[in-house]
């Protein structure tokens, strides 16, 4: 296998892969409703034309991810809230490290905060998650994919957040790649048949196929696979799948995958290692905001 010497995120590329501004300040729209129902009964204790400046520090060596959204739910509020931003997406940063200052009505501040903190600590969590995974396989060029096991309504967060760790995105849902399982495969009544009805429906979108076998990879294989997905394979099985594949399809690797056992399933040279770790046990940074009233 070739080598390569990073999985940093360049934040331009983060830049082009950001959900849109409505669609973020649909998500934040929803978010904040949850929070703030009819309205922030305590934050009318204070006097409406009250302006604070607030200071978000983290608490704990981490990888920022989520600004967008941490923006658009203090501008919802506060439409001329200013944000000095100290660090960008996708940045390591440093526990005690100021993340950055924010100015603006003092009551749209504190209604915003959990909100905000929410996303922050919530997708910094997973990007750092995701960074360790990426520091797991450095310099060799297998990809390290996220999966569907999302947080319910953060899908689009998280999968970007991923990128913001240094690893990459599988399917985003159900409707923009064609994923064969073992039940779609009895349905079907083979592999090849629920290949040949993948390319039928497909339109063009990606195809991949899980095997559980050697027997099954090669099945896959003759069928002209073009990705195929291996299921709990051992060490030993993914490597006679590389040495039997010869650079027929693409490899994916899944099933059970810890920041233990990654390094050496990357190291049998398959292309692609799922993860549902990822994004289904993330852990939120430890993130906290302070106001002084100017």
């Known amino acids: 296998m070739s080598t390569t010497t990073d999985h940093s995120p360049d934040p331009t590329d983060l830049q082009s892969v950001l959900p849109t501004a409505d669609v973020i300040a649909a998500q934040v729209s929803a978010a904040l409703a ?17 302006r604070s400046r607030a200071k978000l520090i983290t608490r704990e060596d981490a990888v920022l991810a989520g600004r967008a959204w941490a923006d658009a739910v ?16 996708g940045e390591r940063v440093a526990a005690g490290q100021r993340l950055c200052v924010i100015e603006g009505r003092s009551r749209a501040l504190l209604s915003a905060e ?8 919530t997708l910094s969590g997973t990007a750092m998650r ?6 797991a396989v450095a310099g060799l060029t297998v990809e390290v994919l996220d999966t569907r096991k999302t947080l319910p309504g953060l899908r689009l967060q998280q999968k970007y957040a991923v990128l913001c760790g240094g690893c990459h995105n599988h399917r ?78 693409r490899l994916e690797a899944s ?23 990822l994004t289904k046990d993330v852990t939120a940074v430890d993130l906290s905001m302070r106001f002084v009233v100017v």
């Open 34 to 50: 949850e929070d703030l129902g009819d309205g922030d009964l305590t934050a009318q204790l204070l006097p409406a034309d009250q």
């Open 74 to 89: 203090f501008r919802a509020l506060d439409p001329d809230v200013r944000i000095d931003w100290q660090a960008n997406d």
């Open 114 to 121: 959990r909100t905000a903190m929410n996303y922050l600590q």
């Open 130 to 135: 995701a960074r360790r995974y990426a520091d």
């Open 172 to 249: 985003q849902g159900l409707f923009d790649a064609i994923l064969i399982k073992e039940n779609h495969i009895l349905a079907a009544g083979s592999i090849p048949a629920a290949l040949r009805a993948a390319r039928e429906i497909g339109g063009g979108v990606p195809i991949e196929i899980e095997v559980e076998s050697l027997d099954e990879l090669e099945v896959a294989l003759s069928a002209g696979a073009p990705t195929v997905l291996l299921d709990n394979f051992s060490l030993t099985q993914l490597r006679a799948a590389v040495a039997a594949n010869a650079g027929r399809a």
């Open 255 to 277: 099933g059970g995958v810890t920041l233990e056992t990654i390094r050496p399933i990357a190291e049998t040279g398959v292309d692609r290692i799922s993860v549902g770790d």
